[in-house]
């Protein structure tokens, strides 16, 4: 990983590449990985889009890819996931860091 890159797990449509492409203007480089402790839940966030939950349940986790990105395309995850979500650090299942986009809904419940 280049020094000043990031990692992003992604599991809904940041996994197209028409998204990316979209997005990013390339395929970012990337590997999959899981985040342990969570679930998925499709259609959850307008209606319309996946969020992850944490979960108490054993062996539970999300498939996913873990993106190596430079600062600037974090910018640009940021606007597309717009207001809806947030970003916070997690520890996957290789055990990088790596930040996610959770539901904004998740945020306001914890202040």
Same mark, same amino acid.
């Given at each position: 990983?280049?020094?000043?890159? %990031?990692?992003?797990?992604?599991?809904?449509?940041?996994?197209?590449?028409?998204?990316?492409?979209?997005?990013? =203007?390339?395929?970012?480089?990337?590997? +999959?990985? %899981?985040?342990?402790?969570?679930?998925?839940?499709?259609?959850?966030?307008? !209606?319309?889009? +996946?969020?992850?939950? +944490?979960? /108490?349940?054993?062996?539970? =986790?999300?498939? !996913?890819?873990?993106?190596?990105?430079?600062?600037? /395309?974090?910018?640009?995850?940021?606007?597309?996931?717009?207001? @809806?979500?947030?970003?916070?650090?997690?520890? @996957?299942?290789? !055990?990088?860091?790596?930040? %996610?986009?959770?539901?904004?809904?998740?945020?306001?419940?914890?202040?």
């Amino acid at each position: 990983m280049k020094p000043e890159a %990031v990692r992003l797990f992604v599991y809904g449509t940041l996994l197209e590449a028409d998204v990316c492409q979209w997005v990013f =203007g390339r395929q970012p480089e990337g590997k +999959p990985d %899981v985040l342990p402790g969570h679930v998925k839940k499709e259609r959850s966030v307008a !209606g319309r889009y +996946p969020e992850v939950c +944490p979960t /108490d349940q054993p062996g539970q =986790g999300v498939s !996913g890819r873990c993106l190596e990105l430079s600062p600037e /395309d974090l910018q640009r995850a940021d606007a597309y996931e717009t207001a @809806l979500y947030y970003r916070a650090e997690r520890t @996957l299942a290789s !055990g990088s860091r790596a930040w %996610v986009y959770l539901a904004a809904r998740e945020q306001n419940q914890t202040k």
